[in-house]
């Protein structure tokens, strides 16, 4: 079945819905999405989303700017990253006028909490950026642009998962997407295609990522000659709930929330003396990794305590000289931690058995966040090479583009900001070039290249290699070689085990060979594309022969300017990983140290 829409935006998350919202605005839209939109992992977010309103105390988006920038080890394109911090702003606001309810301060404004990184760029100190709905930003931010889309009759395709993209003589003409109920491949013909699909934290053994989160987009536009940017830079969330990985946002720590080892030691005033827990997320990541490895881990394990246990946190207030801004001391009660953090209360008493209000929560690194990914320009228009050549037609934003806003290292609130305003700018562009493009005719028997996919790993005979077996080996070697720490021999180790693992996965069988809802066959190619990311990740890391940001390598502990300030780009040809490199945008901030 061949569907015709001017744009076809592959993703219902936050990028993908705000993206949809402007460019219906003038073009016929679709947008198609593997699940419902609503289940989008944008909805987990939970600490917030920085804007630079300066509802507490002042701010700038000068000063969001320059973290961001730091923040990411100074491998930002600081263009990029102006854009964002300035229209972030903008884009809260109208976040509150289509009715976010957002947290408030007495005086009826959006309130604001401090979150790593963010400070005040004279005093150094941490600054309250980042807007907030409880612990369930991203939920609201989705239910909300939801909302509005259903209000401006946005046409959804949902559950159907995008398997290819159709391109011919530098022009995007489309996607084919599998319907899941029904088994049935569709061609969807488009002036323009953006992708909006978000993450791939499923590489990693422990995530804080949703299953369905399996780099299907950067897989697809990989394997159409189109390369990956930044890919050995990806992050590390220091709080994750041990062993499961599951999320404990940034906003414990910025409610007053300490990190404590079995020393019943503060650690992080060694390694960040002034901003202490809340320095970026690649220190602390780091830092955890340390304590644990020097045997202060709790009871020896791989693990530390974040305590937010309000004498804790009043204590370590106390000693930080903290006031609120009328001058009188911050008091943390257990009413308030309640009332600011409802959903961590309720994950760590349904995974732990734990009140956070009277006991500390067991925490460990987890895989979180993709810095790199598709190659865009400030419009989300897709760049194929070091000169930004644009591929007319294909756009991508939000977590699976690399604009690049986030470099080496997120900020935490970083990425609501980015999907939001890249969101917003791709669709205006998108519109733009549907009212100026004409239709392209498709190649012939466009959805050969997917159904050729499908077809294949259906006729697998019986008796082969498991999905389940080879995708849990990917995720222990990534977790082991290529996570907070790396070194040679063990990412070439990784290296070499991913390839043995690709080629054991042209013999995997599936059981359920039928057409409705065939979980089983899907879960098979998306396996497929973590491979793709893994490898790609892992030659990305080996290359790169310095430590900058998320990515540190203990064989090369230095930041490395003269050589490595620059952006890789991985492209794939027969099967082989060649990286080549482009230049970082530097505007008005030289690189410098940095010290928190
Ligand atoms: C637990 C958690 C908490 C977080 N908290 C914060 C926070 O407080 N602040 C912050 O700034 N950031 C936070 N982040 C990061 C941030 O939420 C994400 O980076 C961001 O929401 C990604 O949005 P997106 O629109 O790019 O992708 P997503 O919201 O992940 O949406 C991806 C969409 O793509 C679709 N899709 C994927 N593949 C296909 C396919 N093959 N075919 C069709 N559709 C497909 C999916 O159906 C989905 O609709 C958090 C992340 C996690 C995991």
Redo the contacts with the bound molecule.
């Keep these: 079945m061949v569907h015709k829409y001017d744009a076809i935006i592959?993703?219902?998350?936050?990028?993908?819905l705000m993206a949809a919202l402007y460019a219906s605005r003038g073009v016929r839209v679709a947008v198609?999405?593997?699940?419902y939109?609503t289940r989008?992992?944008?909805g987990?977010?939970?600490?917030?989303?920085g804007a630079a309103l300066g509802n507490h105390e002042e701010d700038r988006p000068e000063w969001h700017t320059f973290d961001t920038i730091k923040g990411s080890d100074y491998l930002a394109d600081q263009d990029a990253a102006r854009i964002m911090c300035y229209e972030a702003v903008d884009v809260v606001y109208e976040l509150e006028h289509m009715g976010l309810p957002f947290n408030r301060t007495e005086e009826g404004k959006i309130a604001q909490r401090p979150f790593g990184g963010h400070t005040n760029n004279e005093t150094r100190q941490p600054v309250r950026r980042a807007c907030y709905a409880a612990d369930r930003?991203?939920h609201m931010i989705l239910q909300t642009l939801y909302q509005q889309c259903i209000k401006q009759h946005v046409t959804f395709f949902n559950e159907?998962?995008?398997l290819d993209l159709i391109v011919e003589d530098g022009l995007a003409r489309g996607v084919v997407?599998l319907e899941i109920t029904t088994g049935e491949l569709h061609v969807f013909h488009a002036k323009a295609v953006l992708f909006?699909?978000?993450?791939w934290?499923k590489v990693w053994q422990i995530t804080?990522?949703?299953h369905?989160?399996t780099g299907?987009?950067p897989a697809v536009a990989l394997r159409r000659g189109i390369p990956l940017e930044d890919m050995e830079f990806f992050q590390f969330h220091p709080t994750g709930i041990y062993k499961m990985g599951i999320?404990i946002?940034e906003g414990v720590r910025g409610e007053g929330g300490v990190l404590i080892n079995n020393e019943g030691e503060r650690f992080m005033e060694r390694y960040a003396p002034t901003i202490k827990d809340l320095a970026s997320r690649d220190i602390t990541s780091r830092a955890i990794y340390l304590e644990v490895r020097e045997g202060r881990g709790i009871d020896g394990k791989d693990y530390v305590y974040l305590d937010v246990r309000p004498e804790t946190a009043n204590k370590y207030f106390d000693l930080d000289g903290k006031r609120n801004p009328d001058g009188t001391p911050r008091r943390i009660t257990a009413a308030d931690i309640r009332a600011k953090l409802p959903d961590i209360a309720d994950f760590t008493r349904t995974y732990l058995g734990i009140d956070p209000v009277t006991q500390p929560m067991p925490v460990q690194p987890t895989a979180?966040?993709a810095m790199g990914g598709i190659p865009t320009d400030i419009h989300g228009r897709v760049v194929m090479d070091e000169e930004n050549t644009v591929l007319s037609g294909f756009y991508a934003a939000?977590?699976?583009a690399c604009v690049s806003v986030h470099g080496a290292n997120r900020l935490?609130?970083?990425?609501?900001?980015d999907?939001l305003v890249f969101g917003r700018r791709s669709g205006i562009d998108m519109m733009r070039y549907c009212q100026e493009a004409d239709f392209t005719p498709l190649p012939d028997e466009p959805e050969a290249f997917a159904r050729e996919q499908v077809e294949s790993l259906r006729a697998r005979p019986e008796g082969g290699e498991r999905v389940a077996d080879i995708r849990s080996q990917m995720q222990r070697v990534m977790m082991d070689h290529v996570a907070v720490f790396r070194e040679q021999p063990g990412i070439q180790e990784a290296l070499d085990v991913l390839s043995d693992l690709q080629e054991r996965y042209q013999r995997i069988s599936i059981d359920d060979k039928g057409s409705q809802y065939n979980t089983d066959l899907l879960e098979a190619w998306e396996l497929g594309a973590l491979l793709d990311i893994a490898q790609v990740t892992a030659a990305a890391a080996l290359n790169r022969t310095e430590s900058r940001g998320a990515h540190s390598r203990e064989d090369c502990p230095k930041r490395d300017d003269a050589e490595w300030l620059k952006h890789s780009l991985a492209y794939r040809a027969a099967g082989r990983i060649e990286l080549r490199y482009k230049p970082v945008t530097i505007v008005d901030y030289p690189p410098k140290e940095r010290v928190y």
Excluded: C, R, W
Aim: charged share 5%; proline share 2%; hydrophobic share 30%.
């Design positions: 592959i993703g219902a998350g936050g990028t993908g198609l999405t593997k699940m939109p989008s992992h944008t987990t977010a939970q600490g917030g989303i930003t991203g159907f998962q995008v997407a909006a699909t978000g993450g934290g804080s990522n949703a369905s989160l299907d987009g999320l946002t979180h966040y939000g977590e699976t935490g609130t970083n990425s609501l900001v999907i």
